[in-house]
């Protein structure tokens, strides 16, 4: 059933960019905190460096 | 956003796919374009769901996470 759907369609590739926006420790608290996430690497550099990152590193349900 | 239908909306979910870590200090840039328009019916009657798709990048120009995110639109 194909339905004649009334928007604008002009909109269709157009990008909208926001930021930048910079990722700090308190934001990766608080984000951690929001999903319960409590995975070492999520927490401290020298256990996110053990796992194989650069540092510490934020849930990416931060975005 | 305006669809013509329907009088409520609502969120109707998100799927966030990881790309590359996030570090303290990124700076993230996001970039957002509509995907998809569609309706469909079901048993409580008809939604229209629009969806949007935005790319996160960071300082470097990597992308570290695809988001795409829908809302539905009802009576």
Sequence with gaps: MAMELEYDRSLYGVEHKAG??????????RANSSVGETGPAFHSDETAREAGFRGRIAPPTLC | MKVKFGRTQMHAGQRVEPKAPVYAGD???????????????????????IVWETTFSNQ???????????FAKRE
Excluded: C, W
């Excluded at chain 2, 996001?30 to 229209?48: C, E, Q």
């Excluded at chain 2, 470097?60 to 829908?70: F, M, R, T, W």
């Design chain 1, 20 to 29: 930048p926006f910079e990722i700090t420790n308190e934001i990766i608290d």
């Design chain 2, 60 to 70: 470097d120009g990597l992308v570290v996470a695809e988001v795409q995110e829908s």
């Design chain 2, 27 to 49: 700076q993230l840039t996001a970039s957002s374009h509509l995907k998809d328009v569609y309706a469909k019916t079901g048993r409580s009657g008809t939604m229209v769901f």
